[in-house]
């Protein structure tokens, strides 16, 4: 069975985590195979939005702990492979905010540990009403200082503390409140309308999407000042686009712009 599966469609590159057996498990297979297919994508110019989703009943446990115990067993090499682990793990999460296209998780069931982690990784997040959310290492002995790094950047310092010490999990509706998600629907629903928001995406001007993703990510590690100076100069990159041209025509024009397909 493939760990990954990818499906193309009207410019949107839908990725399934399937290993359900697993809940979809952050195993080193399945952080190899995410990494080797986002590397592809960012070089496919026909993909302007990436939905992430995952296989059965669970979008994704985080870490594949068989593998954390087997790691950890090794004489003499357990704390190498551990980090090297971990390190993959960074990468992958690096990779989704590098990825010029937007990326949206669409999230069913469990998003726990490292699996949270990877929602609140993702440019956008759509949840099914009964998704749940947590980042509960705790419960094992084992804090989610990893996973933390992408939840304390999505949501409040307190709750996030809160979830970390407590392994507290957030229902949908509790983790669209705290930024986690943006949007929550009936789990019947949750593939139709993670498609339209990656329609509606998809449906603008690539280019100007592809420069305001890396603007967007730049610009929120620099000063107020540092910020405004970066993003003139994108202001102007993204003017010189004779595609953005013609969507300043067409709008003046009260008509729809002739992009390319």
């Known amino acids: 069975m493939t760990i990954l599966t990818r499906a193309d469609s009207a410019h949107v590159a839908t990725l399934t985590l399937n290993a359900p057996d697993r809940l979809n498990a952050l195993s080193t297979e399945m952080l190899s195979a995410l990494h080797r297919t986002l590397d592809a994508i960012a070089e496919d110019a026909t993909v302007r939005v990436v939905i992430l989703r995952g296989a059965g009943r669970a ?3 985080g870490h594949d702990l068989n593998e ?5 067993a090794q004489p003499d090499r357990g704390a190498a492979g551990l980090k090297t682990l971990f390190d993959r793990c960074a990468a992958v999460m690096a990779r989704i905010q590098s990825l010029p296209q937007p990326v949206i ?3 069913q069931g469990l998003a726990t540990a490292a699996g949270c982690q ?3 990784t993702c440019d ?3 949840a099914g009403d009964e998704a749940r959310f947590g980042v509960n290492g705790v419960n094992i002995g084992l804090f989610c200082s990893t ?7 999505n949501i409040g310092t307190k709750m996030a503390f809160e979830m970390l010490t407590t392994g507290r999990f957030l229902t949908a509706e509790e983790a669209q409140a705290q930024g986690v998600v943006n949007r929550v629907v009936h789990t019947d629903h949750l593939d139709r309308d993670t498609r339209a928001l990656a329609e509606q995406i998809a449906g603008k001007l690539s280019a100007a999407v592809r420069i305001g993703k890396r603007a967007f990510y730049a610009q929120n590690q620099m000063t107020t000042t540092e910020a405004y100076a970066y993003t003139g100069a994108v202001m102007v990159e993204n003017m010189a686009l004779d595609a953005t041209a013609e969507g300043i025509d067409a709008f003046l024009a009260k008509r729809k ?3 390319p397909s």
Do not use: I, S
């Open 59 to 61: 979008f994704c446990a």
């Open 68 to 72: 954390l115990r087997d790691l950890r």
């Open 105 to 107: 998780a669409q999230v």
């Open 118 to 120: 990877l929602v609140a």
């Open 124 to 126: 956008l997040a759509v």
């Open 147 to 153: 996973p933390m790094v992408a939840l304390t950047r």
């Open 257 to 259: 712009p002739d992009w």
